[in-house]
């Protein structure tokens, strides 16, 4: 009697060795971008669950980087789907979408001039073409970081750096990092002395439309911290030094200057109320000191017997004489501009032509 075959046969188990998904089926399972699929579209691209069908044409015109992509794909071997070949990225999508809505515009053209410009629109650009080699946008992306965050004492005075745009305070946390992904050190004094007057809002971050929170580096959170410190030390010392009374031979009124001197002291103690608009105890050691002066309340003077000019405090404008009133404008301009050449060194850096005059 024959004996019964001792084979096994095998179970086919494909558990054990799934069945790479297909190109198709990676489209059919992505998100179709509400914006960015484009029925004549000609290429797919897949990044984080989102799929996006653009014509590769244009993409391949700004981005040498995707150019150099299309000409050694082989298109005899590439899974196609819908007649477009896939192409999986691990960019974020909000960029790509911003980076789209730049190449692809519905409503406006491909220069950023006349955009709603932020620091997501900004960084989305800066960082796409630090991977992708974007051609012309990333000269007008960084244009806007380097007017705003200038090296020029009198452009940020007087506002003129913030004509293009204006972003928030707590989006110089982003402009830090654009600067130090960039290399581009002349923006980072000026980010930093931002950063340093943020208060808690530094530690909770900037918060991204996609829920990330964007923060500085644990080494950058250093110098920013190292930074405050000293801001408020310079901003008290201005302080002291600022409202020393005005010699009489800057005073309008030379022979009753003890009226004057008198406000001088007063605004110094008005000054280290933390209510003051540019109080003492600060780390906003830029701003400017003189609207103290214009905003002293009359309660703050008490009067005297030799008290008449007190009256002058129910009009501002008017609490120090003409001639003292020029003193502080003139001192409060140069010692702020003090403070704004020590910025590099604050963070350890030497800028070259920091401060130096737009021609």
């Given amino acids: 009697m024959e004996e019964p075959s001792r084979k096994r ?12 998904m297909t190109a198709f089926d990676k489209v059919q399972a992505a998100a179709r971008d509400s914006e960015y699929w484009f029925d004549d579209g000609n290429l797919i691209l897949l990044s984080q ?21 299309f000409q050694v794909a082989t298109p005899a071997t590439e899974e ?12 974020s ?3 790509l979408r911003e980076l789209f809505r730049l190449i692809y515009p519905l409503n406006s053209t491909l220069r950023l001039v006349g955009r709603n410009v932020d620091i997501t629109f900004i960084s989305a650009i800066i960082r796409l073409d630090h991977k992708y080699e974007l051609r012309g946008m990333y000269e007008q992306a960084m244009s806007y970081l380097t007017t705003y965050y200038t090296t020029n004492f009198d452009a940020w005075a007087d506002g ?15 402009a830090v990092n654009l600067a130090r992904l960039t290399n581009t050190t002349a923006i980072l004094p000026s980010a930093f002395y931002i950063c340093a007057t943020l208060g808690p809002d530094l530690a909770r971050g900037m918060k991204r439309e996609d829920g990330s929170v964007e923060r500085l580096s644990p080494e950058d959170m250093v110098l920013c911290l190292q930074m405050k410190e000293r801001l408020a030390t310079e901003n008290a010392h201005t302080a002291f030094l600022l409202f020393r009374p005005a010699g009489a031979q800057n005073c309008s009124n030379p022979s009753g200057h003890s009226y004057c001197a008198e406000l001088w002291r007063k605004l110094l ?11 003492v ?18 309660s703050a003077v008490q009067p005297t017997p030799m008290g008449p000019y007190m009256l002058s405090f129910s009009s501002p404008s008017r609490a120090l004489c003409k001639g003292c009133r020029n003193h502080l404008q003139t001192r409060d301009r140069e010692f702020r501009r003090q403070i704004w050449r020590k910025l590099p060194e604050f963070v350890g850096l030497t800028i070259e032509n920091w401060d130096t005059p737009a021609a």
Avoid at 9 to 20: E, T
Avoid at 49 to 69: Q, T
Avoid at 80 to 91: A, I
């Fill in 269 to 279: 103690e008005y000054s280290g109320l933390s209510k003051a608009p540019h109080p």
């Fill in 93 to 95: 999508p909000n960029d």
């Fill in 49 to 69: 669950g989102f799929a996006f069908c653009i014509y590769k044409g244009l993409l391949a015109e700004h981005s040498s980087v995707f150019r150099s992509m």
């Fill in 160 to 174: 003129r750096n913030a004509t293009d745009w204006q972003p928030k305070p707590i989006d110089a946390i982003g």
């Fill in 80 to 91: 196609l789907v819908d007649g477009c070949p896939v192409v999986t990225l691990y960019d």
């Fill in 9 to 20: 046969f095998r179970i086919n188990d494909d558990s054990a060795h799934p069945v790479p």
């Fill in 281 to 298: 105890a600060s780390s906003r050691a830029l701003d400017s000191w003189v609207e103290n002066a214009d905003s002293i309340p009359a």
